[in-house]
Nanobody, 126 residues
């Protein structure tokens, strides 16, 4: 089973830019997983942010990040990325990458993600 490690979180002012990375180590081939980013604020449920298919040809975004966030992956480097721009205070959260071992080249349903990273904190200040 793949292990996921997020990086790139930190503090940024509103309107700023951050880029998150999710890298994998050991286990099953990275390209056999569809991937996604989720975020969670304390006391609230974890929410889907963006997803990308195994090949990277299909992407999907939550409405609240469309036009501001971009998800991508590099299967040769076993890595996935989330570029976030025009950040707002509401984007403050712990961000998690997740992997779904699905066969089809499409966006997984939320319940199909079964491997999770430890999370990286993003804090947006005014």
């Amino acid at each position: 089973q793949v292990q996921l490690v997020e990086s790139g979180g930190g503090s940024v002012q509103a309107g700023g830019f951050l880029s998150l990375s999710c890298t994998t180590s050991s286990g099953r081939s990275f390209s056999s997983y569809a991937m996604g980013w989720f975020r969670q604020v304390p006391g609230k449920e974890r929410r889907f942010v963006a997803g990308i298919s195994r090949s990277g040809s299909v992407t999907d975004y939550a409405d609240f990040v469309k036009g501001r966030f971009t998800i991508s992956r590099d299967n040769a480097k076993n890595a996935m990325f989330l570029q976030m721009r025009s950040l707002s205070l509401e984007d403050t959260a712990a961000y998690y990458c997740a992997a779904a071992p699905i066969v089809r080249d499409s966006i997984p349903f939320d319940y199909e993600y079964d491997v999770w990273g430890q999370g990286t904190q993003v804090t947006v200040s005014s």
